[in-house]
């Protein structure tokens, strides 16, 4: 039996601006992980780290074992942000950027930075190369948009390439943007990198709901937490075989023509890796429906997640995504704590159910004979043909003309 479990709402918003403080652009997770795992730790949830530190933790199966054996799902959410790395460094002292991960240099321009040095940090603002109105006047307005109109200033004594080199400042360093996050009265929460770390934090409260509820799991659930997601690859090599369904958390876009709001929980029905599981996206529709969880459907014709990286790479398994709806993507992005809050009570819901169809217990089937369907006889019936009426009925038509004799003509 499952039930809508309480979020602690303390806890998810301490966990997400703890998140949020610590720089983990994709390539430079380490310290996230740390924090990550410490998390787990002290719920007494147990964890493995991939070779480069992929987290996979596991709510154990608490029901009573039966004959038949059952699989288990994954929650998948991703640590690593969008950032930045110096791509070259110029005779006046300047550093070029690279992006990590896609986004556009419009939102880099104007950032704090902190560049990680091999052995240090300093602290700089990101700028257009003409960046004073009082020397390029209107010119300042006309620059392209592009990673290679800005450029990284340093905040230190620094007039040439050799002042750069001898702070050990070099090409491949990496760069954190400020965070900046603001939560305020009203409940909005305004930062850099909600994507993920408004996922992860909700993920994290809801694993602290089921813990602290003592609810039964019915099946193992891994709760994983990636590292390479904003660079492409994701959830591509951790998802083992007795995963039956993956359900994937991370941000939803907010724009006109989208559903995704920024109260309730955004269930994209498709993404560019294609549709979701219909089974499973429809059941996490109807939890939503009779707990009382505001939902809203979407598609996102320019997006890719983990879930989509668990299919590409070959994993047998039912997909989802469960997505808080956040305005201005990639960028000083929005949401709400109403969003956060119903996306980790659907995600206790989730976790006290069992595999979303019977059949998935096993792994291959000789037979379609309890295979799922998708559409019921009454869907699939044949549509009755159009009948026209007979034109002469319609239309007062003249009698034909008779026919020439042939052996009087000529």
Known sequence: MTRKLDIDLDYLRTTLLELLAIPSPAGLTDEIVHYTGGQLDRMDVAYELTRRGTIRGILRRTLPKSRTPTPSC????????????????????RLSLMPIGTWSSRWAEGGRVTLFTDTGRYRGSVLPLKASGHVYNEEIDSQPVRWDQLELRVDHDIGSAADVAALGIQVGDFVAFDANPEVLDNGYIVSRYLDNKAGVAAVLAAIKAVKDAGVD???????????????????????????????????????????????????????????HDYHLTRRLLRMCAEHDIPSHRDVFPFYHSDAGSAVSAGADVRTALLCFGTDATHGYERTHIEALKHLAELLALYIQCGPTLPEDRNRRRDSVQNFSHQLDSEQLAPVPPTVLPEVGELIDLPPPEAEPDSANSG
């Open 217 to 275: 799991v019915p099946m193992d659930c891994h709760p994983v937490f990636t590292l390479s997601e904003e660079v492409g690859s994701g959830a591509r090599a951790v998802i083992e075989e007795d995963v039956s369904e993956v359900i994937g958390v991370d941000i939803g876009p907010v724009a006109p023509g989208q559903g995704a709001r920024e109260f309730g929980v955004t269930v994209p029905m498709m993404d560019s890796a294609g549709p």
């Open 74 to 93: 994954a929650i998948v959410a991703h640590l690593d942000t969008l950032g930045a790395m110096v791509r070259a460094i110029k005779p006046s002292g």
